[in-house]
């Protein structure tokens, strides 16, 4: 399978385990729609984050998706080498946490445990928390503009 594709599928197992740390499932579309757009800032094209959401969809409805322990791993090792992708990826993940506007403990928890095996320092932390909390923001107000344009077509 294409390495590609399988990194896609790690992200979205981690992201997907993400959002449901906080038991609510109010955000749980958005959350979907945020982690494939946030695919697309990982260089992957439309057409590309179809084919990896397609493919998570079929291991998950077969039972073969992996636990988000083993995809953090992966994405770990794949990232190890690259500082900016490390951050990349802890900013991606506090986007999705934070589409709430708020952490819960587990959200916070998963989070701390990825910058301490990046081996992130509180400033990296910060920088990196603090951008995804920042693109949660943006994400809500595409997602607000949406409904407001729903909303007034009908």
Known sequence: ????????????????????LDESTELELLSDAATRFLLLLWDFSSEEVDSTTDLYRTRFQNGELD??????????????????????????????????????????EFINSICADFGFSTDDYNEFTTKGKNLAIGIRFIAEYKTILGAKKK
């Open 1 to 20: 399978m294409n390495g590609k594709f399988e990194f896609g599928v790690d992200f979205l197992i981690l992201c997907r385990a993400l959002s449901s």
């Open 67 to 108: 636990d988000p322990l083993q995809a953090s791993i992966r994405l770990m090792d794949q990232l190890s080498s690259n500082r900016n992708l490390q951050g990349q990826l802890v900013s991606h993940l506090s986007a999705i946490g934070g589409l709430d506007y708020s952490y819960s403990k587990g959200e916070q």
